[in-house]
Each structure stands twice: as C-alpha cells, then as structure tokens.
C-alpha cells in the first residue's frame, strides 16, 4: 500500500529534530524572468547539502530497534549514501553504502567522513540494486531503499508539508528519477499541479506516463544530472506520479548549467545539477506559469568545484 | 547622539515587509573545525543579496515624507547602492547612486537594473563622500549615508535582533569597515562577545581602537573585499566599536577565497568576499571558540564568476 498524508504528517514528527526547516527564498529577477510568484525551496541547505535526509532519517527512525542495530545498507549515487550515513550515525548505527565509481568526488567524500563503510561498483555494467539486495542478506543489515519505500516517500512529502505551511502553490516544479520527492511532494500537496522534471535522454518518467506501465532506462546514458539517473521509478512512485503528474519537463545538460549560474547570480545558492534541473525547467521548460504562484524545490547544492566552474562559465 | 536599542526595534518594525528574516545555518563541519556550535546568519540570501537592505530601508522610511518624494542618493561600493535603489524603487521615489568604477560587474549592473541613475569615479583619486554631498546639495536630493546614521545602524541591528532572537551568542563574527553592521549588531546583542573583522593592510578599525581616535586609510589599497574598504570609521560607530569591539581580526585576501570555498563546499552559499570575511576569521584567525555559540555574519553575495572561480580554485 502507498504512502498517506498520515504517514507524512507523522514522518514530519519524527523527523523534525534532524532535518532542517529550509528556507523559501524569493528573488525579483527570477519572478520578472517568469511572471510569477516563485518560492525556491532552499534544500541543497538541508542537513547533508539535500533533502533525502528527511526520506532517510524517517526511514531508520521508524525500523524496530532490534533491527536497526544491526546497522543499515543503502545504495545510492550520492545524496541518499550522505543522507543514510548521516542518520545512521545519529542512531549510532554501522551503515554501508554502495555507490557508482563515478559518483561526484564530494558526494564520495562527505559519505565516508561520516564513518560509513563504502562499496564501489561500476554504474554501467552492474546493477546496484542486485548489489545491495545481496549485501543486505549477507549481513542481516536493513536495507534503506531510496525511494520506493513508504517511509522514504512519506520523509520527502516533508520537504511539501514545509511548502504547504507557508505558501498555496499553483505549481510546484520538481526533480524526479526514482520520483521519491515528487511522489511525496505530490502527496503533501494535493491541489498543486505537479510538473516533474527529468534529464533529456534519461526519460523513463515521460514514457511510462505515456505508455501506462513503468519503463526502464538504458544503462549507461550519460547526464550532468548524477542524482536523477535512477533506472526506472518505483512500484510505489509510478502509482502517485500516473495520478498527480500534470507534465514532465526534459532538461538538458546546457539548460542545466545557466540554471546553476542564475543560482549563483541571483538567488545565491550552491545548486549541483539534479539540483538545479527544476529551475532550469521553469526558466526554459515551456511552461506557462504566467500570474500563478509557483514553488521550484533545488533539491540539493552537492557539487564539485570543476562541474560549478563549468556552470559559471556557461 | 547615538542609536539606542530602541531605535533597533523600531527598525525591525519598519521593515519587516520589507528585508527577509535571514536563516541561520549550520554545518557539521563547521562546528567540528573550531569546536564549537556555530551558526551563519546567511545575508548572502537577504534581498539584494547583503544585509544592506535593513539600513537603507529603515532610513528611508524615516524620512518625512515630502523629503522623501524629492528622491535619495547614495554613494556605495556596491551593497549600499543596491539596497537603496531598491528601497528607492519600494518608495516610488528617484535614486541617484554614486560608485566607484572598479566595482564588481554584478553591483553596477544591478543597481542600474533597478532603474537607478548611476555616477561613476575613480576610487582612488576621488572622494566619494564630496561627491555625494555635492551632488544632494546640488539637486536637492536626501543622502543615505552607507553608516554613520542612526537609521542605518538601527537598520543593521535587526540582523543582529534576528539572532538573538534564535540563539544567546557568545560570540559574534561580523565584517567590518565603517562599522553599521558591526555596530548595530553589538546594539542588538549586548551579551554577546564582538569579534570585529576587516582586511590586512585596510587596517583602520585596529589603529583607531589601538590610538584611541578615528584612524584613516590611504585611498588605494587594494584588497579582495570591495565591500569593506570605506576611508574610515563614522563619528556613531566608532564609540560603539570602541566600547564593545572585543578583538578585531584581520583577513588576506587568501584566507577570504579560502572561506569562500569553504562556504561553497559545506554551506551551499555563494558568498562575496567581504561576505566571507567573517567566515574567514573563525577559521583562521586564532580566536580560542572552543566550545562557545558563535553567530558569524555572512554579509553578502554579490560576487562575479570571475571572482568566485578563483575561490573555487583557491
């Protein structure tokens, strides 16, 4: 059974004393760019430098504690690795990662400062969820997926509750691989139009929308978007997506990357690719916004110095 | 006479439809890099992107009315100039803003962006405070002083108003160089131990303290923070630094880019370098925190990508 708006409202709860309450920040540039009112959701100044800690946290939060002392698994391209790891370590749990070789250095990095255990695989050749089913069976370890969960959906609808509280959005624009955020964002706020947003290429949310049944990506295709290459949505996520998602926007790497530099210039923020995708679709996606209120959530700041050079200079 | 803490509060009333009540950020590896529980009063997000909104606008919004209407000048490096065109533009009234030719792109351009008339000189054969002062008198106009004046410096503690009102402070962090920020926020957190902080070899604040009287610099020195490089102190913030000032730390220019890319990497906050100062400071400066709250002032964003690139690559 899916998640509820019980089951965020109470994800909300649990949650409350490690996730962040992130800003909604306002800009005067980006409004005139569209003709609306847009409320940027600050989650790259979440606790770990993205939202998946609210997913994560009420994940762990809500395992039996028998179960939750034999530590956790997850594997992850970066974000959910920093945000399992993070929790792990406030429940003063072991956690193990499994993350793809190429992963963002800082996103490595961060996740083994925090004392987790990292396994490396290649992301185009093996699957990382075979990798960490297995692991998970061999260590007895809990296996804290990163999106297709009831928990992990109801901690992202945080992120949407937090929106909800402070604004009535027309339209919330929204990354979506796995479709975690989205779904839960989707849930918080069940009068706004949802307009997910996936990298050009890695388009497996705009057909299985069209085609009525989940599909698959090819392994292997590329994007700057390293947090939004999941290889197909969840059996829990599609459900929610087939009845909220009012449109799905393609973003491309170059539209990705003037997202990033309008970041820097006029909201001030640190957005990493994935982060920055939403921004990108409702300043170049097509979608007429005119005269609405419209929330974008930059979903995270995780990024290396080279890829937001690179943006700067685009 | 000086503000008073009363004036602070009737600031923050002034204003509140105005500035935005700036977040508080934290970051695990801040806190572990000085031993202590640090929280970044992020201005770099305040509308206009620095603090400088609170002064100007609670200044004009002093003024009587039928002064008001014959419009404002101000004479800025930058931050100033933004936020009194744009406190200008709230108030439907002109603004004529005088800056220095060598002023980051992103200020000129967003200043003039904001329908105000921009005059240009040369910042080191030119006395921005004469050309100012003429120019009001010439055209009738009300000069907003970047500092030394009593609304701007109540303007600028409610920065440290919002502070107090979240944490008890045992120290504060804050740039300084004609010393509103600083100042106001001593105003506002009487507690609260002030750890001044300007640029090597613009070094005024130091001498002024040290010789007991108003210290200038000579014009032309050169340092990366554009935004704290005023001749010298006011005649209403030098008593207040001289009484509640309690160290005052100098920043290169290295240990600033330094900062910056340390707030890129663990705050996900883009920051100019006079924003980054304080930052700078609290990680270099050889103040003893252990185990102290600290509130450090990240005043502002308003950088170039030029600028910001070299900080990436520092």
Redesign the interface.
């Known amino acids: 059974m899916g998640p509820t708006l019980e089951d965020a409202n109470a994800a909300a709860e649990r949650i409350k004393a490690i996730a962040?309450r992130?800003?909604l920040?306002?800009s005067?540039v980006l409004d005139a760019a569209v003709s609306a009112r847009v409320f940027v959701k600050?989650e790259?100044?979440q606790?770990g430098?993205a939202f998946k800690i609210r997913g994560a946290a009420n994940a762990i939060a809500a395992l039996a504690p028998e179960v939750r002392a034999r530590g956790v698994i997850a594997f992850s391209s970066g974000n959910h690795a920093i945000a399992v790891a993070t929790a792990a370590k406030i429940f003063g749990v072991a956690a193990v990662i499994v993350m793809p070789a190429d992963a963002p250095k800082?996103k490595l990095e961060t996740t083994r400062s925090l004392g987790a255990e990292i396994v490396v695989y290649d992301r185009v050749r093996e699957s990382r969820e075979e990798i960490g089913a297995n692991l998970a069976r061999q260590r007895g370890l809990a296996l804290i997926k990163p999106f297709d969960d009831v928990n992990v959906i109801a901690g992202q609808a945080t992120c949407g509750l937090e929106i909800g509280e402070a604004i009535n959005p027309d339209f919330v624009f929204v990354p979506a691989s796995g479709a975690g955020l989205a779904a839960g964002v989707a849930l918080a706020l069940p009068k706004a139009r949802i307009v997910a947003v996936e990298p050009e290429g890695h388009d497996d949310i705009a057909r299985s929308l069209a085609a009525g049944a989940i599909q698959r990506n090819k392994p292997g295709i590329r994007s700057i978007c390293d947090g939004l290459l999941s290889e197909q949505m969840g059996e829990l996520t599609y459900p929610i997506a087939k009845q909220r998602f009012e449109r799905v926007v393609l973003v491309s790497d170059a539209m990705v990357l003037r997202a990033m530099?309008f970041g820097?210039?006029n909201?001030?923020?640190?957005?990493e690719p994935s982060g920055a995708a939403a921004l990108a679709a409702l300043l170049e996606g097509g979608v007429d916004v005119g005269g609405a209120t419209v929330a974008v959530v930059a979903s995270g700041?995780n990024v290396d110095?080279e890829t937001?050079?690179r943006a700067?200079?685009s």
Chains 1, 2 share one sequence.
């Open positions: 962040v992130t800003p920040l306002r005067e600050a790259c100044l606790r430098g800082i530099k820097f210039r909201l001030k923020l640190v957005l700041g110095a937001f050079a700067l200079a």
